[in-house]
């Protein structure tokens, strides 16, 4: 099979399964749920969805413990299901890519179950497994993982497993063959049937340090020097390319956690042949210390800007971007990044969105950014789900000085924030179900949902329709450079686009203030093409975003 590079000309929409639409009135979305909504992505515009998980898994992380990978959760459908939704998308133009989770399994996998009762399972060495030190007292080492808890977790008086994230997610051993193999099959199972592609979770850390050693000091995520682009990550990930991926039209997108610029380029130089893409997360740290959401601090743009341009710069013409402003585990887009949720909304989430999508690379949304979702209305820890957020609050109890930081932030962090149902439009549930849904509705579904949005004259989906019909075969875009036109201004985002002597000039005010923006002036030849505002002057209103053509 011949690869192509289609992922480049791709807008990609993610899936939360479990909050995107009930068809069958339990509460949880499910793919029925999905296929009733294809034609409301078809008139969006996207030409591919990432779905999270939907293999079987007893959903202690949402899915991204998996217990099945050749399964779905009940609850969600069957694979007959799967099979549907596949070719209905496919019927439309839109392409699949799954989620892969492969760092570790579910507690409730049986490879896992085998390992942990029989020692002499051939399971064993499927998982990371040690013997204690102090006789079994205390752990192998003093590494601690995501989600604020130690990494090792007691098997019996002796032995005990590693897992980077929650109890129920053990760590796969890569060092074993076998478990590469497997890796290979469930890809294949998958290709075969015919989706399209991979997102890779937590793809950085499936390679640890064999040395297994203690560090110090053992602040949060301990050890992430010995498990974070371990020794062998390129070797595994060119494996799995060549004995698989290459034999496919397929793309993979890795999520690579506390990876630099340079470690990307390594991940995905066409010719080192491992991932297509990755996902960084340095845009979306511009806003805590230490790469640790839990450490919020105020958004600046100038430093913003700098991230952009350094990736920007940095994969032109030797890799190629992911471009996202929300996902599953970030809190909604309105209201961050200095934009305003409540009276500014429609002029916040357009501005955000016309400000990434004319970047180099591939745009990501997430369900709900289309139609400006909000954060979670939480006022009570009863209303959180997360396991995450749960954990660090537990953490949080007992280390004083990090309860009042957690405690202040926990509701407008927690990952929830992003999971709330779709609103697809005013009814008690939003139209996403029939009954009371797994986590609740946000009150302002009332004015908040896509039905609402599409008949508002200013409509955030209809605004998002016009980027993507813009992004689509615009050469200028997908191949031109980016400059900075601006570095060091703090309230307005001002690039420029170009190829040959076509360009496109996008100017974005992060403000809720009027600015006089004299670049504007020198644009009086341009056509102006998308904006936020029927506004033509010099003077940019609150969250204003224009984008420019000169040809
Ligand atoms: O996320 C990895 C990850 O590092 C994040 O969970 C991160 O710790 C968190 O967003 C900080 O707030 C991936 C998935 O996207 C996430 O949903 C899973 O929980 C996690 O892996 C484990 O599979």
Same mark, same amino acid.
């Given at each position: 099979?011949?690869?192509?590079? =289609? /992922?480049?000309?791709?807008?990609?929409?993610?899936?939360?399964?479990?909050?995107?639409?009930?068809?069958?009135?339990?509460?949880?979305?499910?793919?029925?749920?999905?296929?009733?909504? &294809?034609?409301?992505?078809?008139?969006?515009?996207?030409?591919?969805?990432?779905? @999270?998980?939907?293999?079987?898994?007893?959903?202690?992380?949402?899915? /991204?413990?998996?217990?099945?990978?050749?399964?779905?959760?009940?609850?969600?459908?069957?694979?007959?299901?799967?099979?549907?939704?596949?070719?209905?998308?496919?019927?439309?133009?839109?392409?699949?890519?799954?989620?892969?989770?492969?760092?570790?399994? @579910?507690?409730?996998?049986?490879?896992?179950?085998?390992?942990?009762?029989?020692?002499?399972?051939?399971?064993?060495?499927?998982?990371?497994?040690?013997?204690?030190?102090?006789? %079994?007292?205390?752990?192998?080492?003093?590494?601690? %993982?995501?989600?604020?808890?130690?990494? =090792?977790?007691?098997?019996?008086?002796?032995?005990?497993?590693?897992?980077?994230?929650?109890?129920?997610?053990?760590?796969?051993?890569?060092?074993?063959?076998?478990?590469?193999?497997?890796?290979?099959?469930?890809?294949?199972?998958?290709?075969?049937?015919?989706?399209?592609?991979?997102?890779?979770?937590? *793809?950085?850390? *499936?390679?640890?340090?064999?040395?297994?050693?203690?560090?110090?000091?053992?602040?949060?995520?301990?050890?992430?020097?010995?498990?974070?682009?371990?020794?062998?990550?390129?070797?595994? !990930?060119?494996?799995?390319?060549?004995?698989?991926?290459?034999?496919?039209?397929?793309?993979?997108?890795?999520?690579?956690?506390?990876?630099?610029?340079?470690?990307?380029? !390594?991940?995905?130089?066409?010719?080192?042949?491992?991932? @297509?893409?990755?996902?960084?997360?340095?845009?979306?740290?511009?806003?805590?210390?230490?790469?640790?959401?839990?450490?919020?601090?105020?958004?600046? !743009?100038?430093?913003?800007?700098?991230?952009?341009?350094?990736?920007?710069?940095? !994969?032109?013409?030797?890799? =190629?971007?992911?471009?996202?402003?929300?996902?599953?585990?970030?809190?909604?887009?309105?209201?961050?990044?200095?934009?305003?949720?409540?009276?500014?909304?429609?002029?916040?989430?357009?501005?955000?969105?016309?400000?990434?999508?004319?970047?180099?690379?591939?745009?990501?949304?997430?369900?709900?950014?289309?139609?400006?979702?909000?954060?979670?209305?939480?006022?009570?820890?009863?209303?959180?789900?997360?396991?995450?957020?749960?954990?660090?609050?537990?953490?949080?109890?007992?280390?004083?000085?990090?309860?009042?930081?957690?405690?202040?932030?926990?509701?407008?962090?927690?990952?929830?924030?992003?999971?709330?149902?779709?609103?697809?439009?005013?009814?008690?549930?939003? %139209?996403?179900?029939?009954?009371?849904?797994?986590?609740?509705?946000?009150?302002?579904?009332?004015?908040?949902?896509?039905?609402?949005? &599409?008949?508002?004259?200013? @409509?955030?989906?209809?605004?998002?329709?016009?980027?993507?019909?813009?992004?689509?075969?615009?050469?200028?875009?997908?191949?031109?450079?980016?400059?900075? &036109?601006?570095?060091?201004?703090?309230?307005?985002?001002?690039?420029?686009?170009?190829?040959?002597?076509?360009?496109?000039?996008?100017?974005?005010?992060?403000?809720?203030?009027?600015?006089?923006?004299?670049?504007?002036?020198?644009?009086?030849?341009?056509?102006?093409?998308?904006?936020?505002?029927?506004?033509?002057?010099?003077?940019?209103?609150?969250?204003?975003?224009?984008?420019? *053509?000169?040809?």
């Amino acid at each position: 099979m011949k690869k192509t590079d =289609w /992922y480049k000309d791709a807008i990609i929409y993610q899936i939360y399964p479990r909050s995107f639409c009930d068809s069958n009135g339990d509460g949880l979305g499910d793919i029925p749920g999905i296929i009733s909504k &294809l034609d409301y992505l078809k008139d969006l515009g996207v030409n591919c969805v990432w779905l @999270s998980p939907v293999y079987d898994s007893p959903q202690e992380d949402n899915g /991204y413990d998996i217990s099945n990978y050749k399964d779905i959760y009940k609850p969600f459908g069957t694979l007959d299901d799967f099979k549907v939704m596949l070719n209905e998308m496919h019927k439309r133009g839109i392409r699949l890519i799954m989620d892969l989770v492969v760092n570790h399994t @579910s507690s409730e996998h049986p490879w896992f179950n085998s390992a942990i009762s029989d020692k002499n399972s051939p399971y064993r060495d499927y998982y990371i497994i040690k013997k204690g030190k102090k006789n %079994g007292k205390k752990p192998p080492n003093n590494w601690s %993982g995501f989600f604020a808890e130690k990494a =090792w977790e007691k098997i019996d008086d002796e032995y005990y497993y590693l897992h980077l994230f929650a109890k129920g997610q053990p760590d796969l051993n890569w060092e074993n063959p076998k478990v590469r193999e497997e890796v290979k099959d469930i890809l294949r199972f998958w290709l075969d049937m015919g989706v399209d592609g991979f997102r890779c979770d937590v *793809i950085t850390l *499936i390679s640890k340090d064999q040395r297994f050693k203690s560090v110090f000091p053992t602040l949060a995520i301990a050890g992430k020097q010995y498990y974070v682009n371990g020794p062998r990550l390129h070797e595994y !990930l060119h494996e799995l390319n060549k004995d698989v991926l290459s034999n496919y039209d397929c793309m993979t997108v890795g999520e690579t956690v506390l990876s630099s610029l340079d470690d990307a380029k !390594l991940l995905i130089k066409p010719e080192r042949e491992e991932l @297509s893409m990755v996902f960084n997360f340095d845009h979306t740290d511009t806003d805590n210390f230490f790469g640790a959401k839990w450490f919020y601090r105020e958004f600046k !743009l100038t430093r913003l800007k700098k991230v952009v341009d350094r990736w920007q710069h940095g !994969l032109f013409n030797c890799g =190629w971007n992911s471009l996202f402003i929300e996902n599953h585990d970030q809190r909604r887009c309105v209201g961050r990044f200095g934009t305003n949720d409540k009276e500014l909304r429609y002029e916040s989430a357009t501005m955000l969105g016309a400000t990434y999508f004319m970047l180099q690379g591939t745009p990501f949304i997430y369900q709900g950014q289309e139609i400006g979702m909000t954060n979670g209305d939480f006022t009570a820890m009863a209303d959180l789900r997360d396991v995450e957020v749960k954990n660090t609050y537990k953490l949080a109890e007992k280390i004083f000085f990090l309860k009042p930081l957690i405690k202040k932030h926990m509701f407008s962090l927690t990952r929830d924030n992003a999971r709330t149902p779709f609103q697809w439009n005013n009814q008690e549930f939003a %139209g996403f179900s029939s009954v009371e849904p797994w986590i609740r509705v946000n009150a302002n579904k009332e004015f908040i949902n896509a039905e609402q949005d &599409l008949k508002n004259e200013k @409509s955030i989906n209809k605004f998002y329709r016009q980027l993507i019909e813009f992004r689509k075969n615009n050469e200028v875009i997908k191949n031109g450079t980016y400059t900075c &036109l601006n570095k060091n201004n703090n309230d307005v985002y001002a690039y420029k686009r170009k190829l040959d002597d076509k360009e496109v000039v996008v100017i974005s005010n992060f403000k809720n203030k009027i600015i006089k923006e004299k670049l504007i002036d020198e644009l009086s030849n341009y056509k102006l093409v998308i904006s936020n505002y029927s506004n033509k002057s010099n003077e940019l209103q609150p969250y204003e975003t224009r984008v420019y *053509i000169n040809y």
